[in-house]
């Protein structure tokens, strides 16, 4: 029986969970050098060059680990040629203490290598760019602005620059002054006249008026301050005692009610009874309604008096009741005007065939 001590398979689930070191394939103890700002450190060996132009071949062979061999071995893996080799060892290469190639910018640029300005985004270390059509160079404020002249025209459309402040003035160049009035500025303005009562019309200012059809019409006040108003018809013309203003009366019209009840107490039968009201002094009834009532059988008659204590009347309306029945209702439709001191009668008769209670009420409005 052998044992013998076999690799591990690694499977990685994230990012570091395994470290490999870079070495040499034959001997594994020899690794890659890797520096705090985790760049690979690389070493050009030490190797014999032979001249590559005539100036190299004046200069004789370049004697190997030196700092030119370093930096021809460099420009021959870019494919690159270096200045002269006296320029080279002189100026342009030097070599650290660890045996680091230092290029200067002569062979950096041959190298096509970066140069670093320093520190980034700072003005001490920018390379200015200066801006021109081939001709004619930028100018700039001495704040660093840009100088701009528009010569062209706005193209056509909304074209927003930015906000324009203007300054308003009047004929003698004394500013015109705004307040800030419901989050809107509003200017200024201050008649001499405004707000005093009776003063003389202040010029340009703003009137209420109406148009005639053809021309402005501005209303007209009394020494008070009272609109005067002229009341005309359709046609135009004025209204006058003889063409008065047309007035109607409804049942609606405000005023003093009027409920005058009535109970005609054991009237016999065959019997009347007469329910007067009379309109009070210096009104107007309008009869309105007339509401009568019985045990037994029984007939009504509305009537008004032809004027003031003339003892004449007129019949307008007349209703029956019956037992199923008993209430008689006579709501007036077309309002009925009785003058001041004209009576209102309802003649109440007792249809049955023995005495009972007649009940009748006039109502309506004085006004």
């Known amino acids: 029986m052998s044992d013998f001590a076999s690799s591990l398979p690694v499977r990685t689930e994230t990012n570091g969970d395994v470290v490999v070191k870079l070495v040499d394939g034959t001997t594994n103890t020899q690794a890659a050098a890797v520096d705090a700002s985790g760049n690979v450190q690389t070493l050009v060996?030490?190797?014999?060059?032979?001249?590559?132009?005539?100036?190299?071949?004046?200069?004789?062979?370049?004697?190997?680990g030196t700092a030119a061999s370093k930096a021809m071995l460099i420009a021959a893996q870019y494919n690159a040629t270096l200045p002269t080799l006296a320029d080279t060892q002189q100026a342009a290469v030097q070599v650290d203490a660890s045996g680091r190639l230092l290029v200067a910018q002569a062979v950096a640029a041959v190298l096509n290598a970066t140069v670093v300005q320093g520190a980034p985004n700072t003005i001490g270390n920018a390379w200015p760019v200066l801006p021109t059509d081939g001709t004619n160079s930028q100018s700039f404020t001495a704040a660093g602005e840009a100088k701009v002249d528009i010569t062209q025209p706005i193209p056509a459309g909304t074209n927003l620059i930015g906000s324009v402040n203007s300054r308003t003035e009047d004929g003698a160049g004394t500013a015109i002054t705004s307040s800030l009035i419901n989050s809107k500025q509003r200017l200024d303005v201050d008649l001499a006249s405004e707000g005093t009562n009776g003063a003389a019309v202040p010029?340009?200012?703003?009137?209420v008026g109406g148009t005639d059809g053809t021309d402005l019409r501005a209303i007209s006040v009394d020494t008070s301050g009272k609109v005067n108003v002229d009341l005309?018809?359709?046609?135009?013309?004025?209204?006058?005692?003889?063409?008065?203003?047309?007035?109607?009366?409804?049942?609606?019209?405000?005023?003093?009610?009027?409920?005058?009840?009535?109970?005609?107490?054991?009237?016999?039968?065959?019997?009347?009874?007469?329910?007067?009201?009379?309109?009070?002094?210096?009104?107007?009834?309008?009869?309105?309604?007339?509401?009568?009532?019985?045990?037994g059988k029984l007939k009504v008659q509305v009537e008004v008096e032809t004027g003031v204590a003339t003892g004449t009347f007129v019949t307008k309306f007349v209703g029956f009741n019956s037992t199923a029945a008993p209430n008689i209702d006579i709501t007036v439709v077309s309002v009925i005007a009785v003058a001041a001191g004209v009576r209102v009668r309802v003649v109440a008769t007792n249809e049955d065939k023995q005495s009972m209670d007649l009940y009748s009420t006039i109502e309506g409005t004085e006004v």
């Open 45 to 64: 060996n030490n190797t014999t060059l032979a001249p590559v132009n005539s100036q190299d071949a004046a200069d004789g062979p370049v004697a190997p």
């Open 232 to 295: 005309h018809d359709a046609t135009g013309a004025a209204f006058s005692s003889a063409n008065p203003l047309p007035v109607s009366i409804s049942s609606s019209t405000p005023g003093t009610p009027v409920q005058d009840y009535k109970d005609a107490t054991a009237i016999a039968a065959a019997a009347s009874d007469n329910h007067d009201y009379t309109v009070t002094a210096g009104k107007t009834l309008n009869l309105a309604r007339i509401w009568a009532s019985a045990s």
């Open 203 to 207: 010029f340009g200012t703003l009137q």
